[in-house]
């Protein structure tokens, strides 16, 4: 089985660019950012429970990076970067971490490496199956009404809120529960230890106003960028500043 996905290819010789989404987005997610990378080819995959992926399920984020190795196997991606936000930013990294062939860097936006307590994992196992619980139950506008009230998103105004909610909305309820439940910061491991000895690049990139994963860029010991004028969803927020950003790490 493979993840949905679109490829748009570039120039050879150069490596592919696989890009993953956050919760509740999809493979058009990144494409504003992407299609200004050239000569790179680029794909944009569907994470399970989402998009064109919609119906697949997972048990875990094992099951998740086999399907994410047998995606670019059924491509013939055999030389890489993985850019990944929030969610996808944490497969990317659990990906990584389990061995990835062929995977020339890692640039992760908004991600986190894993909880490092274990009353951490507790509060957010029970955070997240009370949304899973809405996500199923409830309709999607008014579950994402109250998610993008949540804290790290905090930097949204009015007009930016309701315009995530409108396109969120689009999803199937019971694939993103699924989801969430499958790939929980409840259930990740703490990463730092194992990403702070990669053997490719790794770079990190945040939003200025996106406090809480300022502070964890920090405790990774890896190249930090922040991009200008923007929160937690920094490509959404400033596209330009975040096309820059990985124009100057590709050329490195």
């Not at 996905?5 to 989404?21: D, R, S, Y």
């Not at 994410?68 to 930013?89: A, D, E, K, P, Q």
């Not at 062929?102 to 490092?116: A, F, Y």
């Not at 997240?128 to 579950?143: I, M, T």
């Amino acid at each position: 089985m493979i993840l949905h996905a679109q490829a748009n290819e570039g120039q050879t010789g150069f490596p592919w660019l696989v890009f993953l989404h956050g919760f509740s987005g999809n493979c058009q997610e990144w494409q504003t950012v992407g299609e200004q990378l050239h000569p790179y080819s680029r794909l944009y995959i569907d994470l399970p429970g989402h998009g064109g992926s919609a119906d697949i399920r997972v048990n875990g984020f094992d099951d998740v990076s086999e399907l994410l190795r047998n995606t670019l196997f059924s491509y013939n991606i055999l030389n890489y970067w993985l850019v990944g936000y929030s969610l996808g930013g944490r497969v990317a990294m659990m990906a990584a971490c389990q061995g990835m062939p062929g995977l020339c860097g890692l640039v992760i936006e908004g991600g986190h490496p894993g909880l490092q307590y274990e009353d951490e994992r507790l509060q957010r196992r029970l955070s997240d199956g009370r949304w899973a619980a809405r996500f199923r139950g409830e309709p999607l506008r008014d579950v994402f009404n109250d998610w993008y009230q949540q804290p790290v998103f905090a930097s949204l105004d009015p007009a930016q809120r309701q315009a995530l909610v409108a396109l969120r909305s689009q999803n199937k309820g019971h694939t993103l529960a699924a989801m969430l439940e499958a790939t929980s910061l409840a259930v990740q491991p703490d990463l730092r230890a194992q990403l702070s000895e990669c053997p490719f690049p790794f770079y990190y990139l945040c939003g200025e106003r996106d406090d809480k994963f300022r502070a964890l860029a920090t405790e990774l010991s890896v190249p930090n960028h922040v991009i200008r004028n923007a929160g937690h969803n920094a490509h959404r927020d400033n596209p330009a500043g975040v096309v820059d950003c990985l124009a100057q790490i590709l050329r490195r």
